[in-house]
């Protein structure tokens, strides 16, 4: 295992470097959070993808594939159809808007007072986000080094949150290009086809297998809806999400590099599920299918590659936490702290912005760090993150974008009430029930049509200014939304 640790510690130290060199280039606010709006294709398509597919979409979608067969692509393969839908649809005008978050989205579109409510519930999904990626490094640094669960949350974590604290967006850029890269050779050119040969190549799997683990659609119609609410249409309104859209250095970037993310994320998706599928052939008596990846990984691979494999899903992990951890910071400090404090920013005060964002992506991930040693259950946060999100912020945002006659007060009538339908139902459902989601969209959208519907329409000058935005024709906002017609 030797060679095993040497990769994982130089990877590791690599990520720190990466992190003080970001510090270097991150002098400005724009820098810091959005990379100076200043991504390629080749790295903006190489970190949308690095974020998108985190430790859920490695070791989880492996663990699918284990339990359901080739349909347990769907959850990764729902991922992806939102990031494409994202790309073509929405990332061009996104880009051109030229804000830091989605509730400054917001408030430009709908003319203020939006931004703290909307903002209080991207952070709880960020901040869930952010923690469910840093519980799944205790996976990882068990079966490396047969560590302590709390010691290797508190040692992934810390990690993530020096580079990110040091340089902001450039440095989780550098290292999501770099994680992509490892994640691409360790996964799909390395774990694949050596999981395929082991468990006998496809013949050998189908004549071990039942016939319902090579059906597209076995894990079931209603599960593949229910993920496609939650993460195909979780993928075109969360934070993390869009701050990645914010890099681009413009409208065909955001276009093109992310549709090329989206394809990627498909056959990420059908390579999951396939490595899973080979390991129900090699152990099919798993106490947990979560635990797939890690068997095929330390007991199927030559040492070194072995290493490698285990450095991808690692940074499959880093990827996630740290793109939803400055998320999660650039949410607190700009939509909520700063908001209920009245600060009114300028141009002028760049530098201490990116101290002050520096300050809350520190305190934000040991935060996370915290909450994630004491958390046990990661697919009922992330539950909860996602039901939030698509319950409470689905209708405003796209609304927004899409319908010219929604309010202010709808938009806040469709956050609250989406937001306590979905509390309030997974306290009777259950929080793994699919019913919350569903209804809370539904009231979240009525109220939405209602309350705008019954209110004065946004004021012209408002939507004149949001129009502007739209086409590119306005400088970026120094820090403030546009005030609402009084």
């Known amino acids: ?65 284990y339990k359901y067969g080739l349909s347990g692509a769907w959850m990764v393969f729902t991922i992806g159809l939102g990031l494409l839908a994202l790309s073509v649809f929405f990332s061009a005008r996104i880009a051109r808007l030229k804000v830091y978050t989605v509730s400054e989205m917001l408030d430009l579109r709908y003319g203020g007072r939006a931004g703290v409510i909307s903002g209080v519930v991207m952070w709880a999904y960020t901040l869930m986000l952010a923690v469910t990626s840093t519980i799944a490094y205790a996976t990882i640094f068990d079966v490396l080094f047969d560590m302590n669960r709390t010691l290797a949350i508190v040692l992934g974590g810390s990690i993530v949150v020096a580079y990110s604290t040091l340089g902001g967006m450039w440095s989780i850029t550098l290292t999501d290009m770099v994680q992509f890269v490892v994640k691409t050779i360790g996964v799909l050119l390395l774990l694949l086809p050596i999981a395929v040969v082991k468990a006998g190549g496809f013949s050998g799997m189908k004549a071990k297998l039942p016939t319902s683990y090579f059906d597209p659609l076995g894990i079931g119609g209603e599960t593949i809806f229910t993920y496609v609410l939650i993460y195909t249409f979780g993928m075109l309104i969360g934070q993390d999400i869009w701050q990645r859209v914010f890099t681009a250095r413009d409208d065909r970037t955001a276009k093109w590099g992310g549709t090329a993310s989206g394809t990627y994320c498909l056959v990420y998706a059908v390579a999951g599920s396939v490595i899973g599928t080979a390991a129900k052939v090699l152990y099919p008596k798993l106490a947990s299918p979560d635990d797939a990846f890690a068997t095929i990984v330390k007991d199927e691979l030559p040492i070194g590659v072995r290493g490698l494999v285990l450095a991808a899903a690692l940074a499959a992990v880093m990827s996630t936490s ?142 004149a200014v949001w129009r502007d935005r739209l086409a590119g024709q306005s400088p970026e906002l120094p820090s403030e939304p546009v005030p609402a017609h009084q």
Request: glycine residues 16%.
């Open 1 to 65: 295992m030797a060679v095993d640790y040497t990769v994982i510690v130089v990877y590791l130290a690599g990520m720190l470097a990466m992190g003080w060199w970001g510090m270097r280039r991150a002098k400005s606010k724009s820098e810091f959070l959005v990379a100076g709006r200043r991504l390629g294709p080749a790295m903006y398509s190489g970190t949308m993808a690095a974020i998108v597919l985190g430790g859920a979409s490695t070791i989880g979608g492996v663990g699918l594939g």
């Open 322 to 463: 740290s793109g939803a951890l400055i998320a999660c910071a650039t949410v607190a400090n700009n939509d909520i702290w700063s908001r209920l404090r009245g600060l009114v920013r300028s141009g002028g005060e760049e530098h201490d912005e990116v101290k002050g964002n520096r300050v809350f992506i520190l305190i934000m991930g040991l935060g996370v760090i915290g909450t994630a040693i004491a958390l046990n259950n990661v697919v009922e946060a992330l539950t909860v993150a996602y039901n939030l999100l698509v319950g409470g912020l689905l209708v405003p945002i796209l609304g927004g974008l899409l319908w010219k006659r929604g309010t202010v007060q709808g938009a806040l009538a469709a956050v609250i009430v989406g937001g306590l339908a979905v509390i309030g139902l997974m306290a009777g459902y259950g929080i793994l029930a699919n019913e919350p989601v569903y209804y809370g969209l539904l009231a979240s959208l009525a109220a939405y049509l209602v309350v705008s519907l019954a209110t004065k329409p946004t004021d012209e000058r408002v939507l």
